[in-house]
């Protein structure tokens, strides 16, 4: 086995190193998970391995398996993931008055935007000879996770808070996996993974800690870069959500290493959006004295009080020239109806957050009229339709009478008669 092109796994607090062959979660030298580690690469080694003709034709993130930590002889667990297109949205940019595209990754197998992570993860296991996976979710990565471990042959076991939505906790049932849903917050139900990956030493997903799931994120920002790079412009602002902060820094992590490899011409700004009741890396970045740790918002998939990959995700934004902002829980649902309702795209909360950063923005003169604006959607609607009803009301209730539809629309206008 090889996987030359990894040079080290690097702690982003005191730049320890270790060995990336080794299933290590954290930097050992601090407590808790403040340790996180950074994969670093040999790029001389990805560029002589990647072909570098962009064409735009992505069938999935595995294009860019040169970039992936994985050994180069291992049985890659994929449902062909990836590949989401970048959509113009006329219609939702008139109404955000700024020229917006859409990366609509609610298109991936699981239905989420995570699907990209535990490809990742599960090839990992797989190859390590690990027969058991886990990881602690909100629900997506739950999801996700059962799915690939489906795949993949492995057994699959997920800590949920109670309170997930419905809709994420029968998924991952179908795909086979045991459920614990954790009486308490999604934060207990990480610390309970985390204890049960010590006892047992089973494989853990968990983004937040495991160094190599952010890597599979980036790929979204391999593909952003390579179809930037098609359109023959790069934007000027790519806007994600942010829970525990991986996404955004995966993100940038690949479109930067494109712009580094002299694969793209620029870079965009990160314009990351938190809820306002999930905070943490917002005040962080922006150096707020109190920092709250209890996270309330109906956004279940950034509903994280603690969140793991604060330094990553502000280094992002730093780097990237961008910034944060917060969103009411009232905004995310008007811009879930919103996005459906301009261009057809059923997002989940938390996929439509970002719509309503945008919004934000441009009321707060933080994204001008003449820029460009890729939103990237994480997850898919039929995952939580409670809240898309929070964010739509009822249907209409009629009897099967055309009156009751005359009530609504008035009377029907005769047809106009043919030339």
Same mark, same amino acid.
């Given at each position: ?34 340790? @996180? $580690? ?40 994929? $449902? ?13 940019? #008139? /109404? ?19 699907? +990209?992570?535990?490809? &990742? ?7 390590? %000879?690990?027969?058991?996976? @886990?990881?602690?979710?909100? %629900? ?32 991952? $049932? &179908? ?16 610390? $309970?993974?985390?204890?049960?990956? /010590? ?23 391999? /593909? ?20 525990? %902060? ?10 930067? /290493? ?43 998939? @950034?509903?994280? =009080? +603690? ?14 020239? =961008? ?27 938390? =996929? ?9 923005? +441009? ?7 003449? #820029? ?8 898919? %609607? ?38």
């Amino acid at each position: 086995m090889a996987m030359e092109h990894v040079t080290t796994l690097e702690c982003t607090l005191c730049g320890t190193e270790y060995d990336p062959d080794q299933i290590i979660y954290t930097c050992p030298e601090h407590e808790g998970v403040k340790g @996180i $580690l950074e994969v670093e690469y040999d790029y001389d080694v990805i560029h002589d391995n990647f072909d570098a003709d962009l064409d735009g034709n992505i069938r999935s993130q595995w294009k860019y398996k040169p970039f992936l930590p994985v050994h180069d002889d291992a049985e890659v667990v994929t $449902l062909e993931e990836g590949g989401s297109s970048l959509l113009d949205a006329p219609n939702l940019s #008139e /109404e955000l008055g700024v020229t917006t595209l859409i990366k609509d990754d609610g298109r991936n197998p699981t239905g989420c935007f995570k699907d +990209r992570a535990s490809s &990742v993860s599960v090839t990992k296991a797989k190859n390590d %000879g690990r027969d058991i996976v @886990i990881c602690a979710s909100t %629900g997506n990565a739950a999801a996700s996770l059962s799915g690939y471990a489906a795949r993949g042959g492995l057994d699959c076991r997920i800590f949920v808070p109670g309170d997930a939505p419905e809709g994420k906790l029968a998924q991952p $049932l &179908v795909y086979g996996a045991d459920v614990l849903a954790v009486n308490g917050s999604y934060d207990e139900a990480y610390d $309970l993974s985390m204890e049960a990956t /010590e006892k047992y030493g089973w494989y853990n997903r968990n983004a937040a800690v495991n160094p190599f799931q952010v890597e599979g994120k980036r790929t979204v920002g391999l /593909e952003l870069a390579e179809q930037s790079a098609v359109r023959g412009e790069v934007p000027d602002w790519f806007v994600f959500s942010m829970g525990d %902060g991986c996404t955004i820094a995966g993100a940038w992590k690949g479109f930067r /290493e494109f712009y580094d490899l002299d694969y793209v011409e620029d870079t965009p700004k990160m314009l990351g959006v938190q809820a306002e009741g999930a905070s943490a890396i917002h005040d962080t970045f922006h150096e707020h004295d109190d920092i709250d740790e209890i996270a309330d918002t109906l956004a279940d998939s @950034i509903a994280v =009080g +603690r969140p793991r990959n604060t330094i990553k995700a502000c280094r992002a934004l730093k780097e990237s020239g =961008g910034t944060s902002l917060l969103v009411s829980d009232d905004d995310i649902l008007a811009g879930e109806k919103l996005l459906g309702s301009t261009e057809g795209i059923y997002a989940e909360p938390a =996929g439509a957050t970002p719509v309503a950063g945008v919004k934000e923005a +441009r009321e707060r003169g933080i994204i001008a009229d003449d #820029e460009t604006v890729v939103i990237c959607t994480t997850g898919f %609607g039929l995952k939580d339709t409670e809240s898309a009803k929070q964010a739509t009301g009822d249907a209409y209730r009629v009897d099967p009478r055309i009156e009751e539809v005359n009530d609504l629309y008035g009377e029907a206008q005769p047809a106009a008669a043919d030339d």
